[in-house]
């Protein structure tokens, strides 16, 4: 048993969580939309077609804003087929995902499901195959009140009252070969850079996300958002950041540490952005929307495994089945987004019904959750306060994390992975004190020692444990609570001390609140 000290202090913060940190994706791909979120007679359903085993889910999820409708599909997508009478909406063959594309849910269904949902929707343009003239259009539809044509119109289609989306997004991975009408950097920034500024004519208060790097193995990583931003600075609040981790080599200890690669790319990104600044002598600051993140590898290569024959409407396609090892890896990845609060203002979990998601649908019987869910619940539920800094003297590992890119295959050495990986949330109003732990090691138990020296007396509130002597083991529809969390029984509070026990290979969550 391994023993390590932990030492918090009060007045040591990162930040305050926004709270559009705690977001998630909807796309029209497979099963997301049609069938996940929307299913018009499903027997859950409501008079929109909202299905509402689904909203139960998501309010117990407890994330904040939505980012839709793409990801890729967007780069093909003409918002104008998706509103109106939806009987004379045109079918459309999608080259994203190899569908047929109804359009019978769209931008104005999308506004009523976040109502729903209570969440903040965040849009993205289409600057693949449109530009800024359908850009601004869509943002006089939504936000205008009305007195102009496309507002008007709205109000024609039954939206009195202008929808208010304040956060959109420049496109969607415009950097990678596989987005229809990719660009280069310069070719995006441009492009970019007009749209950005007629929205902004339309409706100054909106806040825009320009697209980074689709990840940080991609080839032209840091030059692209070197140039991006050089051309879209003055215009945007947000660039983008995207990864997505795998276990293509079956090497779960690199697979745990992967996370560690998202901390070195965030701090690459801050690093560019802030260059870009420099050499404007700028005191700006360009937050970082991390607006795709999640483990995929399962239903990602080869490209056969993403699409169906025969443009098929909703195909099952990327429904990753995760596991407790994908689960862990996962919560590595919301101690990443935690630890960054000074800079990560917005983060969506890519994504959130069916595909690569937390939580599935059937037919036939009610909606289940992954493995996933728990991690993200947690961090969604109680990673709202300061984030705190941390010392601790957890042992460490290495690790080579695989990670290839197209043909190519790519190894990242990772050193110093600590066994332990950690966050700590203070919610001083509400009176509690949140720690996060992922025990990274397999085998071995990890003792922790936190210290609370500078804090009133705590009491422990709740404690929770994800862990699984086999960590392969995964929920689906015939067993949907395989994998939950349960009680972390371990935890005493000794005056300013609080020692536990983490199990190995486990996510752990110790909720503290203030003594009476
Ligand atoms: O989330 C799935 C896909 O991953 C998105 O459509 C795209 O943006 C990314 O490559």
Redesign the pocket.
């Known amino acids: 048993m391994r023993e390590v000290t932990v030492q918090l202090h009060r007045d040591l913060t990162i930040a305050e969580t926004e709270r559009r940190l705690f977001g998630v994706f909807v796309?029209h791909?497979g099963r997301c939309v049609y069938g996940g979120i929307f299913e018009p007679g499903h027997l859950t359903a409501d008079a929109h077609g909202f299905r509402h085993d689904v909203l139960s889910l998501v309010h117990e999820l407890g994330p904040t804003v939505v980012r839709y409708p793409?990801?890729?599909?967007v780069s093909g997508y003409n918002w104008e087929d998706g509103v109106g009478p939806a009987e004379a909406r045109p079918q459309r063959l999608d080259l994203a995902w190899m569908s047929s594309e109804t359009n019978r849910f769209g931008t104005n269904e999308f506004i009523d499901w976040c109502q729903a949902a209570r969440l903040e929707p965040m849009l993205v343009v289409n600057l693949g195959t449109r530009g800024a003239d359908a850009a601004r259009n869509l943002v006089e539809y939504c936000n205008h009140p009305g007195g102009s044509a496309l507002s008007d119109l709205r109000r024609q289609h039954g939206w009195d009252e202008p929808h208010g989306v304040k956060l959109w997004c420049l496109g969607?991975?415009m950097d990678?070969p596989w987005q229809i009408e990719s660009k280069t950097a310069q070719e995006y920034g441009r492009i970019a850079t007009e749209a950005a500024k007629v929205m902004k004519w339309i409706d100054p208060s909106i806040e825009l996300v320009a697209c980074g790097s689709?990840g940080r193995n991609m080839p032209t990583f840091g030059r692209w958002e070197d140039t991006v931003l050089e051309h879209v600075f003055d215009h945007v609040e947000y660039v983008s950041l995207?990864t997505y981790v795998n276990n293509y080599a079956g090497d779960t200890p690199a697979l745990l540490a992967s996370s560690d690669l998202m901390d070195r790319f965030i701090e690459e990104v801050v690093a560019i952005a802030d260059a870009v600044a420099a050499r404007r002598r700028s005191a700006k600051r360009i937050w970082l929307s991390f607006d795709?993140w999640n483990v995929w590898y399962r239903t990602r290569r080869p490209q056969q495994a993403r699409v169906r024959p025969g443009w098929p409407v909703a195909p099952p396609i990327l429904e990753e089945v995760y596991n407790l090892e994908d689960a862990l890896a996962f919560g590595g990845m919301c101690i990443s987004l935690l630890n960054h609060a000074d800079r990560i203002k917005a983060a969506c979990l890519?994504?959130l019904v069916n595909v690569?998601a937390p939580i599935m649908t059937e037919t036939d019987g009610p909606a289940w959750r992954q493995t996933i869910f728990w991690p993200f619940a947690h961090f969604c539920n109680f990673g709202r306060g300061r984030v705190l800094e941390i010392q601790s003297d957890s042992p460490t590992y290495e690790a080579t994390y695989y990670d290839p890119r197209g043909t190519q295959d790519l190894y990242f050495p990772l050193a110093k992975v600590s066994y332990l990986k950690l966050a700590a949330v203070h919610d001083e109003p509400g009176g509690t004190l949140t720690l996060f732990a992922l025990n990274r090691h397999l085998t071995h138990d990890m003792r922790v020692a936190l210290k609370l020296e500078s804090f009133p007396r705590f009491v422990v509130d709740s404690a929770f444990q994800l862990c699984d002597p086999d960590l392969k083991a995964a929920n689906t529809k015939a067993q949907p609570e395989r994998v939950k969390p349960t009680a972390l029984t371990r935890v005493h509070v000794k005056g300013a001390r609080v020692d536990t026990t983490l199990a190995p290979a486990s996510w752990n969550v110790v909720r503290l609140k203030i003594a009476e």
């Open positions: 796309e791909l793409g990801g890729n599909f969607n991975e990678g689709s995207h795709e890519a994504q690569i």
